[in-house]
């Protein structure tokens, strides 16, 4: 059973910093192309940052040179570093992990960046 389980959301001043970690099971994270979506409230989900199998990464605009997408493939973990957070970074962080033949959703963790 695959299963994806996202931890360190919490609440940060702007500006600050937060690592947030996607640890799977049931599958090997670098066969797949892991990513970081979010959701606010009233929003569509959107991807944040993706990482592929052969270790290429993407980042939406609005968090490139802020966030990073990066993995463990000994602890079969990714993680997205988030530096100088920005009130609109608040949402629901989900990890995802895509393949051909299968596409899975962990289960989100909140961001709320404010003062």
């Known amino acids: 059973q695959v299963q994806l389980v996202e931890s360190g959301g919490g609440l940060v001043q702007p500006g600050k910093s937060l690592r947030l970690s996607c640890a799977a099971s049931g599958i090997i994270s670098r066969l797949y192309t892991m990513g970081w979506y979010r959701q606010a409230p009233g929003k569509q989900r959107e991807v944040v940052a993706a990482l592929t199998r052969t270790s290429s990464t993407n980042y939406a605009d609005s968090v490139k040179g802020r966030f990073t997408i990066s993995r463990d493939d000994a602890k079969n973990t990714v993680y997205l570093q988030m530096n100088s957070l920005k009130p609109e970074d608040t949402a629901v962080y989900y990890c995802?992990?895509?393949?051909?033949?299968?596409?899975?959703w962990g289960q989100g963790t909140q961001v709320t960046v404010s003062s």
């Open positions: 995802n992990a895509r393949s051909s033949s299968s596409n899975t």
